[in-house]
């Protein structure tokens, strides 16, 4: 499997913002700390920070992403979309989208979304999104859109195995991982003029048709509280509409999982 370089990314690319600006690592403590700190220092939108492996990844949460060095994709991209405040949050979707259709792309199989940022292939997470944004004021500063996507990795800590899988373990084969990043790129630049615009509801729509979560009992552990009910939906805001014995109740935080019966 052959290893990444700056220059076969950028010799891939067809893209014409999204990573214009290009920063490869062999090693980083985490892509989204690198991209945050050059969102600080003005790096233009579309600004792409990539590398074998992190000493520090972040996940959601506060918790750690750990994963093979030279097997994955860990990038973070810089958007300064010109959203309010209260629309941030949808970016995460653009992300999940953008990501499956490049997956889709080169793999020809399509992922399933968990609420609000899993890719799953077969129900096991594949690729996690976290999202990191700045405000000024009641308006988006700019935006970190960090991906891990498990890629040619074939085996997982204990605390994932039976959770976490790859893309080569699926489709049992290994995957190009440049052409997987460059189809990525193509399809964020794509679906990105919809998100400048304040306009989501195309990409809801197609994550929605593609969520495996609906229609099922599931537990939401938010902070201290867990929250039981049926997944109903999304609403335009991306939060989950859960059914509960209470009435209804949208969540906007949280991890779930599925109620055993
Ligand atoms: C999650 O599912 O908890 C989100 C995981 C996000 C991991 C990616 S890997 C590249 C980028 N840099 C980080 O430190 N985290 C994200």
Partial sequence: MSPLSKETLQRELTTSLFGAKLFFFESIDSTNACAKTLAQADTPEGTVVITEFQSHGRGRHGRPWNAQPGEN????????????????????????????????????????YKWPNDLLFHGRKTCGILLENSMDGESVNYAVVGVGVNVNQREFESDLKG????????????????????????SMESAYPDVRKGEFSGLLKEWNAHCTTFGNQVTVAQNNERIKGKAVGLNTDGGLILETSAGMRTIYAGDISLTPS
């Fill in 163 to 186: 959770r976490a899988t790859s893309l080569s373990l699926e489709l049992d084969r290994s995957v190009d991982r440049t052409n997987l990043f460059a189809a990525i790129m193509d």
């Fill in 73 to 112: 994709l860990l990038f973070s991209v810089v958007l300064r979309p010109s959203l309010p405040r209260t629309s941030a949050g949808l970016l995460t979707f653009f992300a999940a989208v953008s990501v499956a259709r490049g997956i889709e792309q080169v793999c020809g199989t399509p992922m399933e």
